[in-house]
Protein backbone atom coordinates (compact mmCIF):
# COMPACT_ATOMS: atom_id res chain seq x y z
CA UNK A 1 0.00 0.00 0.00
CA UNK A 2 1.22 3.38 -0.69
CA UNK A 3 1.05 5.11 3.11
CA UNK A 4 1.58 8.64 4.06
CA UNK A 5 2.75 8.25 8.31
CA UNK A 6 2.34 11.57 9.90
CA UNK A 7 4.67 12.18 12.93
CA UNK A 8 7.02 9.39 11.22
CA UNK A 9 10.41 11.38 12.35
CA UNK A 10 8.70 10.71 16.24
CA UNK A 11 9.33 7.65 18.77
CA UNK A 12 6.25 5.61 18.03
CA UNK A 13 6.07 7.05 14.73
CA UNK A 14 9.57 5.67 13.21
CA UNK A 15 9.33 2.38 14.39
CA UNK A 16 5.74 1.87 12.86
CA UNK A 17 7.71 3.37 9.87
CA UNK A 18 10.52 1.41 9.92
CA UNK A 19 7.39 -1.79 10.28
CA UNK A 20 5.96 -0.61 7.16
CA UNK A 21 8.85 -0.45 5.09
CA UNK A 22 9.69 -4.02 6.06
CA UNK A 23 6.75 -5.52 5.24
CA UNK A 24 6.94 -3.97 1.80
CA UNK A 25 4.77 -0.86 1.79
CA UNK A 26 5.75 2.33 0.09
CA UNK A 27 5.87 5.14 2.81
CA UNK A 28 5.94 8.62 3.12
CA UNK A 29 6.51 10.65 6.23
CA UNK A 30 5.39 13.68 6.88
CA UNK A 31 6.79 15.38 9.86
CA UNK A 32 7.68 18.82 10.56
CA UNK A 33 10.60 18.26 12.84
CA UNK A 34 8.99 20.31 15.91
CA UNK A 35 9.95 17.56 18.27
CA UNK A 36 10.67 14.52 15.74
CA UNK A 37 14.52 13.75 14.42
CA UNK A 38 15.03 13.56 10.57
CA UNK A 39 17.42 10.95 11.08
CA UNK A 40 14.83 8.59 12.46
CA UNK A 41 13.14 8.16 9.07
CA UNK A 42 13.82 5.01 8.30
CA UNK A 43 15.85 4.60 5.33
CA UNK A 44 13.22 3.20 2.23
CA UNK A 45 10.93 6.08 3.10
CA UNK A 46 10.57 9.16 1.21
CA UNK A 47 10.56 12.24 3.55
CA UNK A 48 8.29 15.48 3.38
CA UNK A 49 9.02 18.16 6.10
CA UNK A 50 5.85 19.74 6.82
CA UNK A 51 2.90 20.38 8.85
CA UNK A 52 -0.04 18.12 9.08
CA UNK A 53 -2.25 21.34 8.72
CA UNK A 54 -0.72 21.55 4.91
CA UNK A 55 -1.11 17.88 4.19
CA UNK A 56 -2.88 17.78 0.67
CA UNK A 57 0.02 17.56 -1.76
CA UNK A 58 1.81 14.34 0.97
CA UNK A 59 -1.39 12.71 0.38
CA UNK A 60 -1.97 12.29 -3.59
CA UNK A 61 -2.29 8.58 -4.48
CA UNK A 62 -2.02 7.47 -0.80
CA UNK A 63 -4.42 4.42 0.57
CA UNK A 64 -4.11 5.36 3.92
CA UNK A 65 -2.77 7.42 7.01
CA UNK A 66 -1.37 6.91 10.44
CA UNK A 67 -1.24 9.31 12.03
CA UNK A 68 1.20 10.06 15.10
CA UNK A 69 1.86 13.66 14.70
CA UNK A 70 0.49 15.74 17.63
CA UNK A 71 1.61 16.61 21.29
CA UNK A 72 2.13 14.89 23.88
CA UNK A 73 3.27 16.21 26.96
CA UNK A 74 0.57 15.77 29.86
CA UNK A 75 2.51 18.53 31.87
CA UNK A 76 2.67 20.83 28.76
CA UNK A 77 -0.52 20.82 27.99
CA UNK A 78 -2.57 22.26 31.03
CA UNK A 79 0.04 24.97 31.02
CA UNK A 80 -0.42 25.39 27.55
CA UNK A 81 -4.13 23.79 26.37
CA UNK A 82 -4.24 26.15 23.49
CA UNK A 83 -1.42 24.32 21.95
CA UNK A 84 -2.74 20.92 22.21
CA UNK A 85 -6.55 21.94 21.26
CA UNK A 86 -5.06 23.50 17.92
CA UNK A 87 -2.48 21.13 17.03
CA UNK A 88 -4.28 18.29 18.14
CA UNK A 89 -7.65 18.39 17.44
CA UNK A 90 -7.55 21.45 14.97
CA UNK A 91 -4.64 19.42 13.31
CA UNK A 92 -6.48 16.45 12.88
CA UNK A 93 -9.44 18.50 11.44
CA UNK A 94 -7.39 19.62 8.17
CA UNK A 95 -5.51 16.26 7.92
CA UNK A 96 -9.30 14.92 7.50
CA UNK A 97 -10.42 17.57 5.51
CA UNK A 98 -7.47 17.15 3.26
CA UNK A 99 -7.75 13.65 3.39
CA UNK A 100 -11.48 13.85 2.28
CA UNK A 101 -10.47 16.13 -0.62
CA UNK A 102 -7.84 13.58 -2.23
CA UNK A 103 -9.90 10.67 -1.62
CA UNK A 104 -8.24 8.90 1.22
CA UNK A 105 -10.72 6.98 3.73
CA UNK A 106 -8.41 5.10 5.81
CA UNK A 107 -6.50 6.29 9.00
CA UNK A 108 -4.69 4.53 11.90
CA UNK A 109 -4.55 6.80 14.77
CA UNK A 110 -2.55 7.37 18.01
CA UNK A 111 -4.90 7.79 21.05
CA UNK A 112 -3.88 7.40 24.39
CA UNK A 113 -4.69 6.18 27.64
CA UNK A 114 -5.02 9.65 28.86
CA UNK A 115 -8.35 9.82 27.46
CA UNK A 116 -9.50 7.64 30.06
CA UNK A 117 -8.80 9.62 33.07
CA UNK A 118 -8.62 8.54 36.31
CA UNK A 119 -9.69 4.75 36.12
CA UNK A 120 -13.10 3.42 37.84
CA UNK A 121 -11.82 -0.39 37.43
CA UNK A 122 -8.73 -2.11 36.67
CA UNK A 123 -7.63 -3.28 34.17
CA UNK A 124 -9.74 -0.50 32.13
CA UNK A 125 -11.80 -1.49 29.06
CA UNK A 126 -12.36 0.52 25.55
CA UNK A 127 -15.88 0.64 26.71
CA UNK A 128 -15.22 2.17 30.14
CA UNK A 129 -15.84 6.25 30.62
CA UNK A 130 -13.50 8.93 29.06
CA UNK A 131 -12.87 11.63 31.48
CA UNK A 132 -9.65 13.09 30.63
CA UNK A 133 -8.18 14.83 33.37
CA UNK A 134 -5.58 17.30 30.93
CA UNK A 135 -5.61 18.72 27.71
CA UNK A 136 -3.45 16.46 26.16
CA UNK A 137 -6.49 13.58 26.80
CA UNK A 138 -9.46 15.67 26.06
CA UNK A 139 -7.71 16.35 22.37
CA UNK A 140 -7.15 12.83 21.73
CA UNK A 141 -10.45 12.53 22.93
CA UNK A 142 -12.17 15.20 20.63
CA UNK A 143 -10.13 13.21 17.75
CA UNK A 144 -11.05 9.85 18.64
CA UNK A 145 -14.82 11.51 18.48
CA UNK A 146 -14.09 13.15 15.64
CA UNK A 147 -13.24 9.76 13.48
CA UNK A 148 -16.47 8.31 14.92
CA UNK A 149 -18.71 10.81 13.30
CA UNK A 150 -16.61 11.07 10.35
CA UNK A 151 -16.95 7.37 9.75
CA UNK A 152 -20.61 7.46 9.94
CA UNK A 153 -21.42 11.19 8.10
CA UNK A 154 -18.43 10.62 5.47
CA UNK A 155 -17.42 6.62 4.98
CA UNK A 156 -14.12 7.16 6.60
CA UNK A 157 -12.34 3.71 7.92
CA UNK A 158 -10.89 3.91 11.20
CA UNK A 159 -8.81 2.34 13.82
CA UNK A 160 -8.03 4.39 17.01
CA UNK A 161 -5.18 2.92 18.91
CA UNK A 162 -4.99 3.86 22.80
CA UNK A 163 -1.66 3.47 23.91
CA UNK A 164 -0.31 2.75 27.83
CA UNK A 165 3.25 3.21 28.50
CA UNK A 166 5.03 2.89 25.67
CA UNK A 167 8.69 2.29 25.85
CA UNK A 168 11.27 0.07 24.89
CA UNK A 169 13.55 0.49 21.63
CA UNK A 170 13.38 -1.39 17.82
CA UNK A 171 16.93 -1.30 16.73
CA UNK A 172 18.12 2.62 16.66
CA UNK A 173 14.56 4.02 16.80
CA UNK A 174 14.28 5.03 20.27
CA UNK A 175 12.86 7.86 22.51
CA UNK A 176 15.13 11.02 22.39
CA UNK A 177 12.60 13.39 23.66
CA UNK A 178 14.30 17.16 23.70
CA UNK A 179 11.93 17.25 27.16
CA UNK A 180 11.88 14.02 29.15
CA UNK A 181 9.42 13.33 31.45
CA UNK A 182 8.85 10.09 31.10
CA UNK A 183 10.09 7.43 33.95
CA UNK A 184 12.60 4.64 31.95
CA UNK A 185 14.23 6.84 29.71
CA UNK A 186 14.86 9.23 33.16
CA UNK A 187 16.25 6.28 35.07
CA UNK A 188 18.45 5.14 32.31
CA UNK A 189 19.74 8.84 31.95
CA UNK A 190 21.08 8.24 35.38
CA UNK A 191 22.78 4.80 34.41
CA UNK A 192 24.19 7.05 31.51
CA UNK A 193 25.50 9.71 33.66
CA UNK A 194 23.64 12.61 32.15
CA UNK A 195 21.22 12.55 35.73
CA UNK A 196 22.64 11.97 39.34
CA UNK A 197 19.54 10.47 40.27
CA UNK A 198 15.81 10.11 39.55
CA UNK A 199 12.97 11.58 41.48
CA UNK A 200 10.18 9.21 42.52
CA UNK A 201 6.70 10.90 42.58
CA UNK A 202 5.48 9.68 45.57
CA UNK A 203 5.52 6.40 47.80
CA UNK A 204 1.95 7.18 49.36
CA UNK A 205 -0.34 5.83 46.85
CA UNK A 206 -2.60 2.66 47.60
CA UNK A 207 -0.72 0.08 45.83
CA UNK A 208 1.71 -2.87 47.39
CA UNK A 209 4.70 -0.28 47.63
CA UNK A 210 3.45 2.80 47.76
CA UNK A 211 4.11 3.80 43.99
CA UNK A 212 2.03 4.27 41.05
CA UNK A 213 1.58 1.15 38.65
CA UNK A 214 1.96 1.31 35.22
CA UNK A 215 1.31 -0.70 31.53
CA UNK A 216 4.53 -0.79 29.92
CA UNK A 217 4.29 -1.56 26.26
CA UNK A 218 7.17 -2.70 24.04
CA UNK A 219 7.27 -0.32 21.47
CA UNK A 220 7.58 -3.26 18.78
CA UNK A 221 4.78 -4.57 19.75
CA UNK A 222 2.82 -1.58 19.71
CA UNK A 223 3.38 -0.70 16.44
CA UNK A 224 2.61 -3.80 15.13
CA UNK A 225 -0.40 -4.05 16.15
CA UNK A 226 -0.94 -0.93 13.37
CA UNK A 227 -0.48 -3.28 10.61
CA UNK A 228 -3.07 -5.29 12.12
CA UNK A 229 -5.13 -2.61 12.26
CA UNK A 230 -4.47 -1.16 9.10
CA UNK A 231 -4.95 -4.35 7.00
CA UNK A 232 -8.57 -4.71 9.17
CA UNK A 233 -9.64 -1.20 8.38
CA UNK A 234 -13.53 -1.32 7.50
CA UNK A 235 -14.88 1.90 5.42
CA UNK A 236 -17.28 3.41 7.48
CA UNK A 237 -16.13 1.79 10.77
CA UNK A 238 -14.07 3.53 13.71
CA UNK A 239 -13.02 0.55 16.22
CA UNK A 240 -10.77 1.58 19.19
CA UNK A 241 -9.08 -0.56 21.11
CA UNK A 242 -6.93 -0.21 24.02
CA UNK A 243 -2.90 -1.41 24.00
CA UNK A 244 -1.24 -2.55 26.76
CA UNK A 245 0.36 -5.65 28.46
CA UNK A 246 -1.86 -6.42 30.87
CA UNK A 247 0.34 -6.00 34.52
CA UNK A 248 0.90 -3.16 36.15
CA UNK A 249 4.64 -2.63 37.26
CA UNK A 250 5.40 0.08 40.14
CA UNK A 251 7.70 2.81 40.08
CA UNK A 252 10.18 1.18 42.47
CA UNK A 253 10.37 -2.28 40.19
CA UNK A 254 10.75 -0.09 37.16
CA UNK A 255 13.69 1.43 39.01
CA UNK A 256 15.25 -1.83 40.02
CA UNK A 257 14.87 -3.58 36.75
CA UNK A 258 16.97 -0.36 35.19
CA UNK A 259 19.62 -1.07 37.95
CA UNK A 260 19.91 -4.96 37.47
CA UNK A 261 20.03 -4.18 33.45
CA UNK A 262 22.28 -1.42 33.59
CA UNK A 263 24.81 -2.72 36.42
CA UNK A 264 24.39 1.12 37.65
CA UNK A 265 23.28 1.34 41.27
CA UNK A 266 20.99 4.50 40.61
CA UNK A 267 19.88 6.54 43.10
CA UNK A 268 16.27 7.28 43.87
CA UNK A 269 15.03 10.44 45.56
CA UNK A 270 11.53 10.37 46.85
CA UNK A 271 10.05 13.35 45.74
CA UNK A 272 6.23 14.51 46.32
CA UNK A 273 2.92 12.80 43.97
CA UNK A 274 3.07 15.05 40.40
CA UNK A 275 -0.24 16.44 40.41
CA UNK A 276 -2.51 14.20 37.89
CA UNK A 277 -1.20 11.14 38.20
CA UNK A 278 -3.77 8.04 38.76
CA UNK A 279 -2.19 5.23 41.03
CA UNK A 280 -2.66 2.93 38.93
CA UNK A 281 -3.28 2.55 35.02
CA UNK A 282 -3.60 -1.04 33.52
CA UNK A 283 -5.28 -1.86 30.05
CA UNK A 284 -7.48 -4.80 28.78
CA UNK A 285 -6.43 -5.61 25.40
CA UNK A 286 -8.28 -8.38 25.45
CA UNK A 287 -10.60 -6.69 22.43
CA UNK A 288 -7.76 -6.53 20.08
CA UNK A 289 -6.45 -9.94 20.85
CA UNK A 290 -9.95 -11.09 20.13
CA UNK A 291 -10.49 -9.00 17.40
CA UNK A 292 -7.57 -8.73 14.86
CA UNK A 293 -5.39 -11.82 16.98
CA UNK A 294 -3.14 -8.74 18.35
CA UNK A 295 -0.27 -10.33 21.12
CA UNK A 296 2.09 -9.06 23.09
CA UNK A 297 5.55 -10.67 22.54
CA UNK A 298 8.41 -8.68 24.89
CA UNK A 299 5.98 -8.91 27.96
CA UNK A 300 8.66 -9.13 30.69
CA UNK A 301 9.62 -5.72 31.93
CA UNK A 302 13.29 -6.89 31.92
CA UNK A 303 13.46 -7.33 28.37
CA UNK A 304 11.70 -3.69 27.67
CA UNK A 305 14.08 -1.85 29.55
CA UNK A 306 17.28 -3.97 27.92
CA UNK A 307 16.11 -3.01 24.52
CA UNK A 308 15.56 0.79 25.92
CA UNK A 309 18.77 0.52 27.13
CA UNK A 310 20.46 -1.08 24.02
CA UNK A 311 18.85 1.65 21.98
CA UNK A 312 20.56 3.85 23.97
CA UNK A 313 24.08 2.86 23.46
CA UNK A 314 23.57 3.22 20.01
CA UNK A 315 23.38 6.70 20.42
N1 LIG B 1 7.65 8.96 37.35
C1 LIG B 1 8.55 9.15 38.39
N2 LIG B 1 9.70 9.83 38.09
C2 LIG B 1 9.98 10.34 36.85
C3 LIG B 1 9.03 10.13 35.81
C4 LIG B 1 7.88 9.44 36.12
O1 LIG B 1 8.35 8.72 39.51
O2 LIG B 1 11.04 10.97 36.66
C5 LIG B 1 6.44 8.18 37.65
C6 LIG B 1 5.15 8.92 37.35
O3 LIG B 1 4.73 9.69 38.45
C7 LIG B 1 4.21 7.78 37.01
C8 LIG B 1 5.13 6.73 36.37
O4 LIG B 1 6.44 7.08 36.77
O5 LIG B 1 3.69 7.24 38.17
C9 LIG B 1 5.06 6.73 34.85
O6 LIG B 1 5.22 8.07 34.40
P1 LIG B 1 5.46 8.43 32.86
O7 LIG B 1 5.64 9.92 32.80
O8 LIG B 1 6.55 7.58 32.30
O9 LIG B 1 4.13 8.00 32.16
P2 LIG B 1 2.61 8.40 32.50
O10 LIG B 1 1.99 7.17 33.07
O11 LIG B 1 2.50 9.64 33.26
O12 LIG B 1 2.10 8.76 31.04
C10 LIG B 1 1.65 7.81 30.14
C11 LIG B 1 1.92 8.28 28.74
C12 LIG B 1 1.13 9.52 28.45
C13 LIG B 1 -0.32 9.26 28.75
C14 LIG B 1 -0.48 8.78 30.16
C15 LIG B 1 -1.90 8.42 30.48
O13 LIG B 1 3.28 8.53 28.57
O14 LIG B 1 1.27 9.88 27.10
O15 LIG B 1 0.29 7.62 30.35
O16 LIG B 1 -2.20 8.92 31.74
F1 LIG B 1 -1.02 10.40 28.60
Same mark, same amino acid.
Given at each position: ??????????????????????????????????????????????????????????????????? %???? @????? @?????????????????????????????????????????????? +?????? +?????????????????? #????????????????? %??????????? /?????????? +??????? *?? /????? @???????? *??????????????? #??????????????????????????? %??????????? /????? /??????????????????????????????? +????? #???????????????
Amino acid at each position: MRLLVTGGAGYVGSVVAAQLVEAGHEVTVLDDLSTGHADAVPDGARFVQGSISDASAALAGVDAVLH %FAAK @SLVGE @SVEKPGLYWANNLGGTLALLHAMREQGVRRIVFSSTAATYGEPERS +PIQESD +PTRPTNPYGASKLAVDTT #LTAYAGLHGLGAVSLRY %FNVAGAYGRFR /ERHTVETHLI +PNVLKVA *TG /ERESV @SVFGTDYP *TPDGTCLRDYIHVSD #LARAHLLALDTIIEGEHKIYNLGNGTG %FSVQEVISVCR /EVTGH /EIPAVVGPRRAGDPAVLVASSEKIQRELGWK +PERTS #LREIVSDAWEGLSGR
